[in-house]
């Protein structure tokens, strides 16, 4: 990879436009964005329902939809934005980390287009995407507040959770990351055990609408004097309830335990990035990444955090290619150019930038 030319987020950076791709695990996503926060198109195409019968993303399949759907998405988010690739000055990709066979197509699309535009060819880190998201907003409607460092960020998403410090633009620091299952794994494997519907997620908090927060007293691994996350734990306790509940033949109280799991898995988050930002004397906090859709995480924050907080639009906050651009941008701005034989990093950490 290319040295950054400019890291200091005083330096003002040249305006560029770019079209992004994502499509590292079962979204197949095209957007165009200007100068790292103004959206002109974010297209995504959810392939959730192909899934849903396996209960997961279910890989080849994944791959093989990101192929038959990935040009209509790019050029329609081209039509959307009023755009062609001469219009531009970048492409950007997800290069990982994510799923190898679903990453390739959208990296293969980028190569073509780059190579047929001439424009340069950016690779970007799916989690540094996610914490981009924390810039975007539509075109024409109002700026969002600015985002200042040094800022603590939680993502939170199907494959990670990670509380990160970071400094400045592309400066981070990896404070700790979950032991076992990410917090959208968490939501989505007792989602299954509930038989409630892939994506997990959203499923839990329409089911916790209706539920009791404390009737059931799920542990909370705190892991005390570590930014580590931990969630096995909890699930293990949900499935030990749903258990014994069923073998007892009563009803089983879904809308109670999705209630009660989902408030212990967002205490543990918003407590723990509190408390981290304080101990790095963060100025702003950011949260991104699917969990971040939740409606409870959401108000939970809102009340606790002391400092500025940023959480994304609902639209931002699961996969997307406005992300993608706005990372991409910052990367692109300040010198970064990938070569056309980068390989995508289907384990790729944020620690690693
Ligand atoms: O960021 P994302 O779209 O993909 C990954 O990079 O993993 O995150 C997907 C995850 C899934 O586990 C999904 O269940 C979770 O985000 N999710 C939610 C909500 N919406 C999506 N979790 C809790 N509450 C939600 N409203
Ligand atoms: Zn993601």
Not at 85 to 113: E, F, H, Q, W
Not at 277 to 284: I, L, T, V
Not at 308 to 317: A, G, Q, T, Y
Request: proline share 5%; glycine share 8%.
């Amino acid at each position: 990879m290319s040295e950054l030319l400019a890291e200091n987020s005083s330096v003002e950076l040249p305006p560029g436009r770019v079209l992004a791709i994502e499509s590292s695990c079962d979204e197949t996503a095209a957007a165009i964005v200007e100068n790292g926060r103004i959206i002109h198109s974010n297209l995504v195409a959810s392939q959730a329902s192909l899934h849903a019968q396996y209960g997961g993303v279910f890989p080849e399949v994944a791959s093989r939809q990101h192929i038959r759907t990935i040009f209509t998405i790019i050029d329609q988010s081209l039509k959307k934005a009023h755009v062609s690739l001469s219009d531009l000055d970048a492409i950007a990709v997800t290069r990982g980390p994510g799923l190898p066979g679903s990453l390739v197509v959208g990296m293969n699309a980028a190569k073509g287009l780059a190579i047929a535009s001439g424009l340069p060819l950016i690779g970007v880190n799916h989690l540094e995407a996610h914490l981009y998201s924390a810039w975007l907003y539509e075109a024409g409607t109002p700026p969002k507040s600015e985002v200042e460092f040094p800022l603590l960020a939680l993502i939170v998403s199907g494959g990670h959770t990670e509380l990160v410090f970071m400094e400045d633009h592309s400066k981070y620091r990896s404070l700790g990351s979950t032991l076992d299952d990410a917090a959208g794994e968490a939501f989505d494997k007792v989602a299954r055990l509930l038989n409630l519907e892939y994506p997990g997620g959203p499923s839990i908090q329409k089911a916790a609408e209706e539920g009791d927060v404390e009737a059931f007293d799920f542990p909370r691994a705190w892991l005390e004097g570590s930014s580590n996350f931990s969630f096995s734990g909890l699930k293990t306790a949900v499935l030990r309830e749903v258990q014994k509940i069923k073998s007892s033949r009563k009803p089983l109280p879904v809308s109670d335990i999705a209630a009660s799991f989902q408030k212990a898995v967002v205490d543990v988050l918003v407590g723990k990035t509190i408390q981290a930002a304080e101990a790095w004397n963060a100025r702003h906090i950011v949260v991104a990444g699917g969990v971040s859709a939740n409606r409870c995480l959401r108000q939970e924050f809102q009340y606790r955090s002391k400092l500025p907080l940023h959480i994304p639009s609902l639209d931002f906050c699961t996969d997307n290619a406005a992300m993608v651009a706005a990372a991409g941008y910052q990367r692109f701005a300040r010198g970064q150019r990938d070569d056309i034989a980068m390989d995508v990093l289907p384990n790729w950490p944020i620690s690693e930038l």
